[in-house]
């Protein structure tokens, strides 16, 4: 079977991850990386938990129309990964709504700032190591592959399939 055939028969979530991992072969980089994007996602979850609801709306509503856009995505490219981002998002989601409880939606907004920051200089850090940039340049869906790559090595280490 020649290389366009196998192709064929990949699922496009398998040709995501396969592009995602050639600009992740540095074993430094994937492991700044199996840190450095859940705490980007979450960083970016609290971020929309902070944006104001309005009267209407309770604190977290942009999080989670977010969460349920990302989650469709996951779902449609795999139901497994999709039930996995599901369990992710809730903890996540409790996560932020606790953080929240305690800290306020001021204190929770400068975690999520400082956490953004300081996730994306490792992710930097890392591709400067790796000596590719990130994939997210060349197209942004790759924001959405990363946390969902994790997950997959995770999936992989537990001998799940995907």
């Given at each position: 079977m020649d290389a366009t055939q196998d192709d064929a028969q990949l699922r496009p979530i398998d040709r995501w991850f396969a592009s995602y991992s050639a600009d992740h072969r540095n074993d430094t980089n994937q492991w700044i990386h199996v840190f450095a994007v859940p705490a980007i996602l979450w960083s970016v979850i609290a971020l929309l938990w902070c944006i104001p609801g309005g009267t209407i709306f309770k604190p977290g509503i942009w999080a989670a129309l977010a969460m349920f856009a990302a989650w469709r995505f996951y779902q449609r490219a795999s139901p497994r990964l999709g039930f996995g981002m599901f369990a992710v998002f809730?903890?996540?989601?409790?996560?932020?709504?606790?953080?929240?409880?305690?800290?306020?939606?001021?204190?929770?907004?400068?975690?999520?700032?400082?956490?953004?920051?300081?996730?994306?200089?490792?992710?930097?850090?890392?591709?400067?190591?790796?000596?590719?940039?990130?994939?997210?340049?060349?197209?942004?869906?790759?924001?959405?592959?990363?946390?969902?790559?994790?997950?997959?090595?995770?999936?992989?280490?537990?001998?799940?399939?995907?």
């Open positions: 809730l903890l996540l989601a409790a996560l932020t709504w606790a953080l929240h409880q305690a800290l306020g939606t001021r204190g929770l907004l400068t975690a999520a700032i400082a956490v953004f920051v300081v996730a994306w200089i490792a992710q930097f850090v890392g591709h400067k190591v790796e000596g590719q940039k990130p994939s997210f340049l060349t197209d942004l869906t790759y924001l959405l592959i990363g946390p969902a790559w994790v997950l997959a090595k995770l999936y992989r280490r537990l001998s799940w399939r995907y």
